[in-house]
């Protein structure tokens, strides 16, 4: 039986600690996201990932370009304990905008302590499906058409 031992709030995303009655996971471990794929154009739409941690390691979460090369979102980026883990993705990058339809790569990374570089544990992909088939689609087709334009401003 797993108890929630703690809530961290990381800016807009939500993560959930718990361990299993003082028994860590024995390895690390990236889930796959729930529901995938998920339409992010839609209100409250969201995407739920999982990982666990067996020891205190300083963790990073992202989710990278379709490429896997430009990390466009970082959802977790902190010093995390052992324990099972929960974030959200509601389908934004770093500076807010929606990403488009298309499959991405997610992964889990750990921070080596003595050369601050980043190593990949685990790589999955997540899909954004924004089509009939998957959700609304109307109000994202807007919004990739629809681009404001600023009004010349009297010197």
Partial sequence: MRSVVGLLVLGTVLVAATVASGNPPSAYRLYQNDPNPFCSDS???RTEIRFDIPAQAH????VADADGIIVMRTLVNQVLGPGY????WDGRDDWG????????PYSLQERDPDTGRWTAISRLQLTIDC????GPTT????KALYRPCERPTAN
């Fill in 43 to 45: 209100i409250g739409q």
């Fill in 97 to 104: 905008g929606y990403m488009a339809t298309e499959r991405y």
């Fill in 59 to 62: 963790i990073r979460v992202v």
């Fill in 131 to 134: 089509s009939t088939t998957a």
């Fill in 139 to 142: 109000w994202g087709r807007i």
């Fill in 85 to 88: 883990y929960l974030t959200y």
